[in-house]
């Protein structure tokens, strides 16, 4: 419903003020108001990979004067025309009005909902302002000048109620029309900025949870993470808002569409806020019953009243929420069948142990980065790829990109390395963490960071051989300084010593109990000292020979006696998503003659 209002806004935002073209010029063409509202959302889509950061200091002044304008307005027309509107702040003239009207009073709140829209984007503003900051706005300037604003257009209308299909500019004086025209034409631009972001935001979010396909994001700016630019959905929702806005016979039935995905967004938003307050804030079931029932009331008749609406232009944000809604769940439930077919089917450590440190292939040099989802254990394509081919590199890396539900992870936190098996199968795992704000960037960084990680691991293993014998640990944690210069210190021939490291000191050692043919350790300090030197050395010579990224590509394949339509969800309909969605090597930004792929079938 979000990527529907993302949608809906900007069409029906550019759209009234566009409109102010007409009503100073009655025999103007609709075609006409179309057609400036389709350019001005050309150019508003065009400029969206600049970001808002080069702009966006302009917003607060141009929101700030448009709320003070229609303020100044209202008070003005309160004034000239009909200073008694202000009775209609007593409650009582709502019970009057239902009254008179009854069943047409109600059906009118799906009109009277477009008053309040721009409220359900509130808890997207928490992401960027304090709590004090969005209240002290909305309070003393929002809320006053919008009340203000209405009651003056209800002032004009009591002497002009021929005009009420268009009160707004007509009731503004001819001596700031066409500045006042200019400022709610900025205006709603800056509107129509905040949904498509909002939106942006989401479907990133959701990338990052594995609940939407992948798409290519780009953040715009370099000090606020939260500014993103997604180019595929920048033009679907262009195409899509194109549509709306030269679809629509009339504005009333945009106004029905954008009114019904408002209301779902609130109450969406009201659901989760109260699942948040039992679950986290742990507030008392009393208050979250209160807060429940009160906000239920006033939407659920909001709700009930725009269902009226579902012929008259309501349908389109229920259609475009069933078509993401359906995409994300058939995206979510064949990535999730892949990850359990990773999970169950791999590699036991005892098979890998039996093949002995050559893995019963040729071991050449280099080093080979073997991406998977699994985050432990050795994954089932990586035995199917020692199973069909006779060679492997000397050192392989496990490369697993975890991003987790939270907002970021700490650089320092970044990577986690452990050994896998003895230490002379030259097997390593790296886990890299992201949050979903987090941007996995396009330069080198991350494989230099990759490869000083591992560095620095083995450096700190030799430290703790003193500790315990065995042949695999796990070491994170908070990296000390000591260990830092160490590090720096012992290996400063080495390419990678000046690098940023990101991978701490030893926090926790997991030990596991070595196998029966793994080679004994010894603890002295010169021994260490010279294996790990040997195996560092090692390590850079093979990093030298080149490295290879190998990619494992499962495929997804509904079973011959699956259900008619879980085979056109699964052969077709995510089959086409992962055709046309960015591809892993795309993502981790592998050179193309570094890279190899390994393909399987799975059948669900």
Request: net charge neutral.
């Amino acid at each position: 419903m979000v990527v529907g209002d993302g949608i809906l806004t900007p069409a029906i935002s550019v759209l009234s003020a566009s409109g102010g073209i007409r009503v100073n010029n009655p025999k103007m063409d609709t075609g006409v108001v179309v057609i400036v509202a389709v350019v001005i959302l050309i150019g508003l889509f065009s400029v969206q990979h600049y970001g808002t950061d080069k702009v966006g200091w302009l917003f607060a002044p141009v929101v700030l004067l448009w709320f003070l304008l229609i303020g100044g307005i209202g008070i003005f027309n309160i004034w000239k025309y009909d200073s008694s509107v202000l009775r209609a702040f007593s409650p009582v003239y709502i019970y009057r009005y239902f009254r008179k009207l009854k069943k047409d009073g109600w059906s009118s709140l799906g009109g009277i909902m477009l008053s309040i829209t721009g409220t359900e984007a509130l808890f997207a503003d928490l992401a960027h302002f304090p709590v004090s900051a969005v209240q002290l706005a909305f309070t003393a300037i929002v809320f006053p000048c919008l009340l203000l604003a209405y009651s003056g257009q209800a002032a004009y209308l009591m002497q002009n109620k021929e005009h009420v299909v268009d009160s707004f500019y007509r009731s503004i004086p001819d001596s700031i029309y066409w500045p006042t025209f200019v400022v709610a034409t900025l205006a709603a631009i800056v509107a129509s900025q905040a949904t498509i972001s909002a939106t942006f935001s989401i479907i990133k979010q959701a990338v990052a949870l594995g609940c939407f396909p992948r798409v290519k994001i780009v953040h715009t700016s370099k000090n606020f993470l939260g500014q993103v630019y997604i180019p595929d959905m920048n033009w679907i929702l262009m195409i899509l808002c194109i549509a709306v806005t030269a679809g629509f016979k009339n504005q009333s039935q945009i106004g029905n569409a954008y009114g019904t995905a408002v209301v779902i967004v609130m109450l969406a938003t009201t659901l989760l806020m109260t699942l948040i307050m039992l679950l986290v804030w742990h507030c008392p079931w009393i208050l979250v019953l209160l807060f429940t029932v009160l906000s239920l009331v006033v939407e659920g008749t909001y709700f009930s009243a725009v269902l009226l609406k579902v012929d008259q232009g309501g349908w389109v944000p229920l259609v475009i929420a069933a078509v993401f809604l359906i995409v994300m769940y058939i995206w979510h439930y064949g990535t999730l069948k892949r990850y359990e077919f990773e999970m169950h089917s791999k590699v036991s450590m005892a098979w890998l142990l039996g093949l002995g440190p050559s893995l019963g292939l040729v071991r050449v040099p280099g080093i080979g980065l073997v991406y998977t989802e699994l985050a432990s254990g050795v994954p089932h394509i990586f035995s199917h790829f020692i199973t069909n081919l006779p060679a492997i590199h000397s050192v392989v890396v496990l490369v697993c990109v975890k991003y987790l539900p939270v907002y970021t992870v700490p650089e320092e936190e970044r990577f986690l390395v452990k050994r896998i098996g003895p230490k002379n199968f030259h097997m390593f795992r790296c886990v890299a963490r992201y949050g979903y704000k987090d941007l996995h960037r396009k330069d080198d960084n991350f494989e230099k960071k990759l490869f000083d990680s591992l560095f620095l691991f083995v450096r700190l293993e030799s430290m703790m051989e003193g500790c315990s014998d065995s042949d695999e640990y796990s070491l994170y944690g908070q990296q000390t300084q000591h260990s830092r210069d160490l590090f720096l210190r012992d290996n400063t021939n080495m390419s990678s010593s000046n690098a940023d490291l990101t991978l701490s000191s030893v926090d926790s050692i997991v030990p596991v109990k070595s196998p029966p043919n793994a080679t004994t350790t010894t603890s002295s300090g010169q021994e260490s000292s010279h294996t790990e030197g040997d195996e560092l050395e090692f390590l850079n010579s093979c990093r030298d020979a080149g490295v290879v990224h190998i990619l494992g590509n499962t495929v997804v394949r509904a079973r011959r006696d699956s259900r008619f339509p879980k085979k056109i969800a699964i052969d077709y309909i995510y089959a086409f998503l992962r055709k046309i969605c960015r591809e892993n090597s795309v993502i981790f930004h592998v050179p193309h003659e570094s890279l190899l792929n390994v393909g399987q079938i799975f059948y669900v």
